[in-house]
């Protein structure tokens, strides 16, 4: 078991008018799985001639290693410390057990630093990457979740999805009762900023594509709500106060609608609201619960969870409106909350498995294979990475709601989580711009 | 008659503020909701609503919604799972609570509906609601009036046991009734 402990660097432009501040409560990532038939990769201490005040080579190692693609070499096993290229003896390397190699420097400019970092091809002894990247203290975790994309992205031919953002709900007790905030925080947990605080249940938070707002539904007033907040300012507005549920935001492709639940007309039904004019377009129709919705990579489609067939299921209708038609039938009678992947072909949801609700994923083309990625009884708000890689939920465990994270092929998994609070909800944001 | 009764309602309300609101018919189980006593200041910060302060409390003598033997006492309503069916057993609280409606037109009250922790959280808000609105159906078809009664449903957000096991799952699904003051 690996420990990485995460600091709090406050974002004071990202702070919003309800915002209290960084939260005290920093999340903490834990690999609890860990298999080592990823490509053996080793990533060097860069070396320092300032004072750097995080460990860049650490960053890049726990991320390509959370990705299950990648299974770093041990720095006990490193036959040395090289920065530069002429220290590198590749025949060295090659005996440690090492397909690539990755050595740096962090150097100091007048505006912060300059990381030069090289990536090695220690089988033909060939560069294959090398970069220089600015940096400064503000930006010094994301530019090393930067470097790790492109190291991925060199290596799988994948695009790297590290230097993107999670939001989630963090719930703490406190001398005046429950406080529910919206936090967002880097992927591996570090850099938390409040987005909302509110002794009243928060839930559901949605990225826009474009990464700049995250739509939530929000109960202050003892009424629920949905509101859509933007990060750079901390401005939000009420998109939805209808009489009833107004809740399950998820933005369209395109960002201009979003798709939620209503239950004005009497029971919860899905609904489609254009933000520029806001006007409401129901798209389905049955006295039933219909609520979850989440679009098709494509927007042609909205997913959403409905027990019309007397338990919950999986259906998918027309962006538009019209006929729905029935996703899951072979997973068991509990099937909610869908969630596509990025690239269209999968389904991620939560199942119940012999009692146990878990997360599942189903292929959606060809064989519709259905894989159960979650090993827990009350796991729950499935999301994917940006590139589909890896898998977030929340799941319990000895200190109450954590988030956990499974590479999509389920060789890797941590847990990420706060010493005392609940942390639950994730919602993986968008490839930053 | 109807004169007096008309002021039972902010008394009540007052009366759960200062007793932490014990809502639940059994007597010693019950525990204490937490959100409701200590959040109210809160939200005002938050949306601007503001709540009026209510009658004297020398006036506080007791009366039909107060009586802990009255059908009206119960305020909390357990459902079966995956139920929203309200149970045979509360009929004659149901109908208590729609006849003291009926007969006080000013009278408000909230029902939150409920959900246990297991499944999807936003399913579980549906499933809450439907609890609250079977709920409010029985007391409009007894004579209370629709416009009497805001249903919410905060699913499995605000659970009053936070074990994982039948008990606390058991009283998690609930809906509750929460007398208003009038504004």
């Not at chain 1, 560069?127 to 991925?152: C, K």
């Not at chain 2, 246990?116 to 609250?132: C, K, M, P």
């Not at chain 2, 007894?142 to 499995?156: K, P, W």
């Amino acid at each position: 078991m690996v420990l990485f402990r995460r600091y709090l660097i406050a974002l004071f432009l990202l702070l919003p008018p309800f915002c209290i501040g960084p939260a005290q409560a920093e999340l903490t990532i834990r690999i609890t799985q860990g298999e080592a038939r990823g490509l053996p990769i080793a990533i060097v201490p860069f070396g320092t001639q300032v004072p750097v005040p995080e460990d860049v080579a650490g960053i890049i190692t726990a991320d390509l290693a959370s990705s299950g693609r990648f299974a770093p070499l041990e720095s006990t096993r490193f036959p040395g410390m090289p920065q530069t290229l002429d220290g590198v003896d590749f025949a060295q390397w090659r005996a440690a057990g090492a397909e690539s190699l990755v050595i740096g420097q962090v150097l100091g400019t007048a505006t912060g630093y300059n990381i030069e970092f090289r990536v090695l091809d220690v089988v033909s002894g060939q560069q294959i990457l090398a970069f220089a990247a600015p940096a400064n203290d503000r930006n010094l975790r994301l530019t090393a979740h930067r470097i790790a994309d492109l190291i991925f992205e060199k290596l799988t031919g994948l695009k790297g999805a590290f230097a993107t953002r999670i939001a989630y709900v963090l719930v703490q007790e406190t001398a005046k009762g429950k406080r529910f905030t919206l936090q967002l925080a880097d992927s591996d947990g570090a850099n938390t900023v409040t987005l909302l605080s509110s002794p009243e249940p928060v839930l559901s938070p949605a990225w826009s594509p474009d990464g700049t707002r995250i739509a939530y539904a929000s109960f202050e007033g003892r009424r629920s709500r949905v509101y859509v907040q933007e990060l750079a300012t901390g401005a939000r507005r009420v998109v939805s106060a209808e009489e009833g549920i107004n809740g399950a935001p998820a933005f369209s492709p395109d960002g201009s609608r979003l798709a939620l639940t209503l239950s004005r007309d009497g029971d919860p039904e899905i609904y489609t609201l254009t933000l520029a004019t806001n006007e409401y377009q129901r798209i389905t129709r049955n006295p039933a619960i219909d609520t979850e919705a989440q679009w098709s990579a494509d927007g042609r489609h909205i997913f959403f969870t409905s027990d019309r067939g007397g338990s919950p299921q999986i259906y998918r209708v027309a962006a538009m409106g019209g006929e729905a038609e029935r996703i899951t039938f072979e997973q068991g009678n509990y099937n909610a909350r869908p969630v596509p992947s990025p690239d269209g072909a999968r389904l991620a949801m939560v199942t119940r498995v012999e009692g146990a609700y878990r997360i599942g994923v189903l292929e959606l083309g060809g064989r519709r294979d259905f894989t159960v990625l979650s090993t827990a009884g009350l796991d729950e708000s499935p999301t994917f990475a940006p590139n589909g890689q890896i898998l977030m939920y929340a799941t319990r465990g000895r200190g109450g709601s954590e988030l956990a994270t499974v590479s999509v092929d389920g060789r890797v998994r941590q847990r990420l989580n706060v010493p005392d609070g609940q942390v639950r909800e994730p919602a993986w944001g968008p490839f930053l711009q | 008659m109807m004169s007096r009764m008309h002021h039972l309602a902010p008394i009540v309300l007052l009366a759960c503020g200062l007793a932490g609101c014990s809502t639940s018919p059994e007597k010693g189980a019950a525990a204490p909701i937490d959100d409701r006593a200590i959040s109210s200041a809160e939200m005002d910060a938050l949306d601007g609503a503001r709540t009026e302060g209510v009658a004297d409390p020398s006036r506080l003598q007791g009366g039909a919604l107060d009586d802990p033997a009255s059908p009206l006492a119960v305020r909390v309503f357990y459902f079966e799972l995956d139920s929203s069916e309200v149970r045979a057993d509360y009929r004659p609280s149901v109908e208590a609570h729609a006849a003291y409606l009926a007969s006080n037109g000013g009278a408000r009250v909230v029902i939150e509906g409920h959900a246990d922790e297991r499944g999807s959280r936003e399913y579980n808000i549906a499933l809450g609601e439907r609890r609250a609105l079977a709920l409010r159906r029985q007391l409009v078809l007894l004579g209370a009036s629709a416009d009497q009664i805001r249903t919410v449903s905060y699913g499995e957000e605000r659970p009053v046991e936070t074990g994982s096991d039948e008990y606390s799952w058991e009283r998690n699904r609930r809906a509750e009734l929460i007398y208003e003051a009038p504004r």
